[in-house]
């Protein structure tokens, strides 16, 4: 049943005007500031793209979302590959696993980690028996991306599984029947039919990647501050709004062009999303 | 399945490996909590029940987590009922500005809370509200939304419209139409929107962690300032109940999803007669 | 229909009553004081020592909270919504900010004569005297450290060490006396020869950011050279660490009490200084904690262990390097924002 579009307006509004106030005006008012503290201007962003710092956060900030989305191709490929072979029990279970982080809470997963990642921890003395002694994971680039990779991989997994439901395996047995061997059927027929939703899933990852502030803070070092540590530090201890600011527009400026560009070229990150305009006519 | 594309053992070996990577370590905290010593060493020296004493007789963990419970409960609820209507706005109607409303809506989930916090805080601070009860709240509120959205759209789209122009035909007004016949088909996916809010503002730290005050300090931002500071298992105290009270409220709906598809296949049933 | 609204006004009727437990926190007496220092032991020590016994006196509730935070009293100030009445902090702080961001207190009732002159402030009083002192990890080292050099001595002293988190915390006055700089020309700092030479001993440095963790931090034995507050060391040595002090060199202040500008409290606030103005209370507190008490009169009886933490024996003293709160008071604002960029990149 259709609803007559001025009740639709007046059904929207709370949720709009709520969103409006308390989230889009304040980060609005934010970025503002970055223009006009302490005076109207560009200085904000003249003293942050001038000084090297910032330049290097960013970098650390990239550098660490790629390795996040890498080491989610591989670990959550498989994952995703082994989701689409197995029967409907099995499936079910391996959804549930990959879904138990998500209600799991952020702080007792990073604090699980501050425990086995710790100096003589169980995870130093994992790496010992392989022959990495005295290593110790805590307040490394190295832990914090596990702790990400961690909370991350659910989210790689569903939107590849999502994607690669689609292809027909048995264009794999028709490239055997051609000659190929497994694994060449495998690399030259189904992988390539599964690359957009790769790119859909690590695209999503990357930009999560980009946020995040308490998995650093608890599980890195300072002197490997990601931008969000940086951002908050600049209120946190500098009481720096416009500062502030000014980093978080950099931020989400970054965080929209990829999603432009993923946008544009890759219509299954929307579906993921929900932004799709096809899935609201539905 | 064919003997080509079955599942190889070394393919399930690497998924037994992801598997245990995702949930395993979480695990931890459970044994950790049990600890004797004042330590985070695990496996633990000793099992002790003095951090679940200290949890539930130290006003500031007591506090902080009845502060959590009020604070997820209330914005979860507004987050329902706004989303709610939203999500029936935005899909049993045509308006030019929809798209546009669903991607504000949704916003909350992509912007880095870092950013949201940052900026609520700097707000708050000017409007006064900062350290307030109600101020959190509203924050929540509006992060919560888009979980309510995701699986309230999924229940609505399953609500063949059949149903409704059936009521209609029978007399029903809109109003009627929403509250007893829209609203009980909903009610699974109203559940799951409603646990996933209660969830999601439970665990929120960071928004949380910039708008505190002496008084108003949920259960995260005590655990995150705990964990900074000093030593303190009763931190994995707090990990462990916040699990299983996450678990259980996700372990509602699926209990509510079974009467949904019963009452559904009934309706269905009595409109086709 | 019905179980949805039976669970809806369920949930809501939580939710009334869990709001309403949260919200109503510790109200209870007319007198109520928010006190912030840096938490832990330090903190209880305050509380046994002064807080509660002034709190029992005049029928006051205190709410205790930590750990200080100046960008949180300029936040709360510029907000116009004050949190925290009386605050524990470093000299420097009351000094700069002497009515913008705390009150000028009433002297009426303080005898500023039983303190050591130059360390009272129209807005602070100090309590105590402190020390941050180099400590080292016996468990680690068999060879004693003997001066700030062997702080940055990679070779011969190994290992992960830890300085304070902030411009003022030291970490810049350590840096600059371990790289030959004289005593009596160290202030004012030069910040860019500290941090070229913080810079040496970067991959092997961690920083603390409240005292607490510091302390933690020994115990736990997670660190071989830290820099820490004195009575950090001493409750880290009585829980059992296995550290020892380095006295040369040591930079010694006093810890203020001052009160937040636009307290709602400003009356309770007073009272509690006049009453931590006195020498009694600091007595108390150096017995539970072996900082040394500012006022003259308090003759506090310590324990052997709390007696070597003593700063105020001539010992200490002696090797000690009075930190510059002028410099400190005029210079800080912008050296934060340098340190702040240099420790997270």
Known sequence: MTIPARWAVLLLLPALA???????????????????????????????FADPTTWRVLGRTFATGALTVLLCIALGYPYAYLMTLVGPTMRTILIVLVLVPFWTSLMARTFAWISLLQRDGPVSALLAAFGLPGVTLLGTLPGVLIGMVQILLPYFVLTVYAGILGIDRRLITAAMSLGANRFRAFLQVYLPLSVPAVIAASALVFILALGFYITPQLLGSPQESLIAQVIGVRVERLVDFAGAGGLSAILLVSTALLLGIVGLVFRPILRALGLSRAEVRA | MNTVTRARPP????????????????????????????????????????????????SRWVGALMTSLGVALTAAILATIVGTLAVIALGRSRIALGPVARGTLMLPIVVPGIVVAVGVFGAYLRWGISGSFLGLVLAHTVLSIPFVMIPVTTALRGIPETVERAAAVLGANPLRRFTQVQLPLLAPGLVTGFVFAFVTSLDEVVIAFFLQSPRLRTLPVQMYSSVTVETDPTIAVASSLVLVISTIAILVPRLVANSRTKRLATLTKEAAS | MRTTTRLGALAAAGALVLSGCAADNGAGGDLTLVFTSYGSAYQQAQ?????????????????????????????MVDAGQIEWDVVDTEPFFPVANCGTLVEE??????????????????????????STVMMYNTDTYDVAPTSYEDFFDLENFPGVRSVPNWGAGGALELALLADGVAPESLYPLDVDRAFAKLDTIRDSLVFWNTSSESQQAMEDGTVDLTFVWSGRAYEAENNGAAFEPMWENNLIAWATLSIIKGSPNLEAAQSFIEYAATAEPQARFAELQPYSPAHADAQPELSELQQKYNVADTAIQSQAIVTDVQFWADNSAEIEELWAAWSTS
């Open chain 1, 18 to 48: 709520m969103t409006g106030a308390f989230f889009l005006v304040p980060i609005g008012d934010i970025i503002v500031r970055s223009f006009t503290e302490p005076v109207v201007g560009l200085q904000v962003y003249e003293r942050l």
């Open chain 2, 11 to 58: 393919l399930i070996v690497w998924g037994a490996v992801v598997a245990v990577m995702l949930t395993a370590p979480t695990l931890v905290v459970i044994p950790l909590s049990f600890t004797s010593q004042r330590s985070f060493r695990f496996p633990i020296e000793g099992w002790s029940l003095q951090w679940y004493e200290r949890f539930f007789t130290e």
């Open chain 3, 47 to 75: 509380n046994d020592a002064m807080t509660t016994p002034w709190a029992e006196s005049v029928g006051a509730t205190v709410i205790n909270d930590e750990p200080t935070s100046y960008a949180r009293i300029q936040q």
């Open chain 3, 105 to 130: 207190l009433d002297f009426t009732n303080i005898d500023t004569s039983k303190f050591p002159e130059g360390t009272v402030s129209p807005c602070s009083i100090p309590i105590l005297q402190y």
